[in-house]
């Protein structure tokens, strides 16, 4: 065996130039595919992230998944009731209290309550709309990521006496108002209060910095006219990647609607899986082209070798050693373009991970200032798995047709 | 003498639309220790014949058994066995290994067979150049040997396991008169003082006239020298 690979170094180091052009093909498609891979996973794993930390974890709300059974449903034995009017039901969670004791009790993570309403806020004349969300700081600090986004005060700043509201950067400067303006919010139920802004904060996502007012959960009873209520009990939970069993048991325990992040961006994650199915298909393509210079080289090699493989059939080589020594001959340039393909690779890596730029404003909803990376030694492995597959198969074929030769058709051509 | 060939009715007809016969009907017996001439004029089945005793063509008919053993039914594998430890080859042209050194060509065969350690294998491969008078030219390249030096080689790497039957096919065909002598005089040494067997074709009416026995080919058919 170790005869075998002497030789097919020898096969190799004979054709200079065209092994360099080979191995430099292999090691660009394995570099690119690398640096593409760290470029993509990178980007994905930022995005979420992003997802993770800006959204509860498990969203219960005072929602079902069905509508509710009716009273004259329970009533009569009927197989259709037509004309009913349904019963109104009580809006909110109810019981909040018991609700809330009974997560406490088993979920691995933080709670939120929260009673959110539509609103409108009146500044000097202007009528911004945005949804009124009614907190208790404390809890919500531990939960919601909004925590580290305030440019001025926090939700701390809304215990502090009086009515005091927190509201976006963006809608400060919609509105004309900054710190410690008084607005007037009018909520739909037509409660209007005036509330002294405590807090500004921004957190890039244009949505949540214009439309977004929060408020302590007692004012937020008060305007939307509705004491002791809350409609939202939002959870942080210790590992994201359990939401979706956290929620499952939680709307069984309380009957409300809970939705994992997971459900709530089904399609955006779905996105990411087609985004990863286009890049693998495209750097499977780059290393594809690679092969085929593989291909190439190892045919030309068996054409230009053929009298040597007549020779040495002829001393007593099989038709295995000749197969064998073409599929070494791919395979070993597809392991030197991998070696180098590792380190284009890294290099491509680290180069971008020096790139910076400032992306703001209204073209990109969210702030990115330098190019997400992830490393993986996985990314490694597969490009160079991948590699040395395409490698093999375009060293077998020609290793195929090598080894098939006649050396009586060599030898007598050879005059 | 045991029989180290015996064919019976040995026959290769090339498959075509108009099928060409290359060897027909040989039965011969060659023995240890002869140096056997394969004669006849271009195109009478010389070489073919001696690439079937060489197993590297197979017999579309007949038999042929080496050392005694049959070799029809042989698979490829076997057949490699055979040609790398009791066959040696040297063709008309030396049909060296040009990327590798006169020594590395001698040992490549050895290596395959791997019967002997690397020291053992340098041993024998300094001593067979030697005695071809090789010994200054151990790691040159075959290029940068003349052409009566390359046939040497060739024939030190035949010998390489040992064989006892060395096929060469027109092994002067390409060298002047005063190579031709001194690998012919090669050949014959190996007869008379290795026991060996050798199976030569060739053109060469003086080198047949000294060979222990002839066969002479005419359109594929044994006839009288």
């Known amino acids: 065996m170790r005869l075998i690979l002497a030789l097919a170094l020898t096969h190799i180091r004979g054709r200079g130039r065209q092994t360099l052009v080979a191995i430099i093909g292999v090691a660009l498609g394995v570099g690119f595919s690398i640096a593409m891979a760290a470029l993509m996973q990178g980007g994905e794993d930022d995005f979420v992230a992003r997802l993770v930390d800006t959204m509860p974890h498990v969203d219960i709300t005072d929602e079902y998944r069905t509508a509710r059974r009716q009273p004259a449903q329970d009533a009569f034995a009927a197989v259709r009731i037509a004309g009913l009017r349904p019963k109104d039901d009580r809006r909110g969670i109810l019981n909040p209290t018991e609700a809330t004791a009974m997560l406490r009790a088993w979920v691995p993570g933080r709670q939120a309550l929260s009673l959110k309403t539509q609103g409108v806020v009146r500044y000097a004349g202007r009528d911004v709309g945005i949804a009124i969300i009614g907190i208790e700081p404390q809890a919500e600090m531990k939960v919601s990521s909004l925590a580290k986004d305030f440019r001025q005060g926090s939700f701390t700043s809304l215990i502090a006496g009086g009515n005091n509201i927190v509201v976006g950067d963006r809608l400060a400067q919609r509105l004309g108002a900054e710190l410690g303006t008084t607005v007037t919010v009018v909520s739909s139920t037509g409660q209007s209060r005036a509330f002294k802004i405590v807090g500004l904060f921004h957190t890039g996502t244009t949505a949540r910095d214009e439309g977004e007012g929060y408020v302590l959960l007692k004012n937020a009873q008060i305007l939307s006219e509705r004491p002791n209520a809350i409609n939202e009990i939002r959870l942080k939970l210790d590992d994201p990647s359990a939401a979706p069993q956290v929620a499952r048991r939680a709307e069984a325990q309380l009957g409300y609607k809970a939705v994992a992040w997971q459900e709530a961006n089904e399609s955006l994650l779905e996105a990411l899986v087609i985004r990863n199915i286009i890049m693998y298909t495209v750097v499977g393509a780059i290393l594809l082209v690679a092969g085929f210079g593989i291909f190439n080289i190892i045919s030309t090699i068996t054409h230009e070798k053929a009298r040597d493989i007549a020779i040495l059939k002829s001393l007593g080589f099989t038709e295995t050693d000749m197969r064998r020594l073409f599929l070494l001959e791919g395979l070993a340039l597809g392991a030197g373009g991998s070696l180098i393909g590792w380190a284009v690779g890294f290099c491509l890596c680290f180069a971008m991970s020096l790139v910076r730029f400032e992306l703001s404003g209204a073209s990109v909803a969210q702030e990115i200032t330098r190019l997400p990376l992830a490393w993986s030694i996985w990314h490694y492995l597969i490009a160079a798995g991948f590699a040395l597959v395409s490698a093999g198969v375009a060293g077998y074929l020609p290793a195929r047709q090598a080894a098939r030769l006649h050396p009586v058709d060599i030898i007598r051509g050879a005059t | ?225």
């Open chain 2, 1 to 225: 003498m045991s029989a180290l060939i015996e064919t019976i009715g040995l026959t290769r007809v090339l498959p075509a639309a108009v099928p060409v016969t290359l060897v027909q009907d040989i039965t011969l017996t060659i023995g240890e220790g002869e140096f056997v001439a394969i004669t006849g004029p271009s195109g009478s089945g010389k070489s073919s014949l001696l690439y079937l005793l060489g197993l590297l063509d197979r017999p579309t008919a007949g038999s042929l058994a080496i050392s005694g053993k049959d070799t029809a039914g042989l698979s490829e594998r076997e057949r490699a066995e055979i040609r790398l430890a009791t066959l040696g080859f040297v063709f008309q042209f030396h049909f060296l290994l040009p990327e590798f050194t006169v020594r590395e060509n001698v040992e490549i065969p050895m290596r395959r067979l791997g019967r002997l350690g690397t020291a053992a294998m340098r041993a024998r491969s300094t001593e067979l150049l030697g005695a071809l008078g090789l010994a200054d030219h151990l790691d040159k390249r075959p290029d940068q040997l003349s052409g009566g030096q390359r046939q040497r080689v060739a024939v030190a790497r035949s010998l390489a396991n040992d064989p006892p039957l060395i096929l060469a096919d027109e092994p002067t065909g390409s060298l002047d008169s005063r190579n031709s002598e001194q690998v012919f005089a090669i050949l014959d040494a190996l007869v008379r003082e290795r026991g060996k067997t050798v199976i030569a074709v060739t053109h060469d009416t003086e080198m047949a006239a000294k060979a222990s026995r002839r066969v002479h080919l005419v359109d594929g058919r044994q006839a009288e020298a």
